[in-house]
Antibody, heavy 117, light 112 residues
Framework: QVQLVESGGGVVQPGRSLRLSCAAS????????MHWVRQAPGKGLEWVAV????????DYAESVKGRFSISRDNSKNTLYLEMNSLRAEDTAVYYC??????????WGQGTTVIVSS | QSVLTQPPSLSGAPGQRVTISCTGS?????????VHWYQQLPGTVPKLLIY???NRPSGVPDRFSGSKSGTSASLAITGLQAEDEADYYC????????????FGTGTKVTVL
């Protein structure tokens, strides 16, 4: 079945880096754009970044622009989020989601990132 | 902060109808971009509930319906059931430079 599985979350100190991964299965990964969406504790959903199916076009939320980088390896059916200069406000559950006509139709279970000293 | 505004909370008795509004602007909903709705049950992952303003994915009960007019959209739940108690988010695309994909502020629906 269609599935997205995130990994790579953890506890990290402010200013450090972390890389999240999202393994896709059950669909043709290289035909879909992919998103990262996050949810801070007790808060709403916040879109983070998107990457087009071929990987050449990317876009970011202002809150992470210049610090986060989205990428993908279509040969490995895997999406990545490289997070640098992490701040306390980046603490959240990070979800990867599949794009279908500008909606997110499949979501992973999420991975938790805690930025704390 | 989100550019799509929703009421923080709504409540209704079982069987009643509740409507959640999602107010945007001329750079998102008013520009004609589709509105999608997600349901997040307590402790779970968001799930696509309505797409393209009015369409339900397979498996979503017809108690849920969506509409759009001008710079706003709405999600209606008719015949409210206990299992509908959840957070609901609208989402659209925005043509401004501050970030293309936007979520609403979210609405907590409580079944009395």
């Amino acid at each position: 079945q269609v599935q997205l599985v995130e990994s790579g979350g953890g506890v990290v100190q402010p200013g450090r880096s972390l890389r999240l991964s999202c393994a896709a299965s059950g669909f043709t990964f290289n035909r879909y754009g992919m998103h990262w969406v996050r949810q801070a504790p007790g808060k709403g959903l916040e879109w983070v970044a998107v990457i087009w199916y071929e990987g050449s076009n990317k876009d970011y939320a202002e809150s992470v622009k210049g610090r986060f980088s989205i990428s993908r390896d279509n040969s490995k059916n895997t999406l990545y989020l490289e997070m640098n200069s992490l701040r306390a406000e980046d603490t959240a559950v990070y979800y990867c989601a599949r794009d279908f006509s500008q909606r997110m139709d499949v979501w992973g279970q999420g991975t938790t990132v805690i930025v704390s000293s | 902060q989100s550019v799509l505004t929703q009421p923080p909370s709504l409540s209704g008795a079982p069987g009643q109808r509740v409507t959640i509004s999602c107010t945007g602007s001329s750079s998102n909903i008013g520009a004609g971009y589709d509105v999608h709705w997600y349901q997040q049950l307590p402790g779970t992952v968001p799930k696509l509930l309505i797409y393209g303003d009015t369409n339900r994915p397979s498996g979503v009960p017809d108690r849920f319906s969506g509409s759009k007019s001008g710079t706003s959209a709405s999600l209606a739940i008719t015949g409210l059931q206990a299992e509908d108690e959840a957070d609901y988010y609208c989402q659209s695309y925005d043509s401004s430079l501050t970030g293309r994909y936007v979520f609403g502020t979210g609405t907590k629906v409580t079944v009395l």
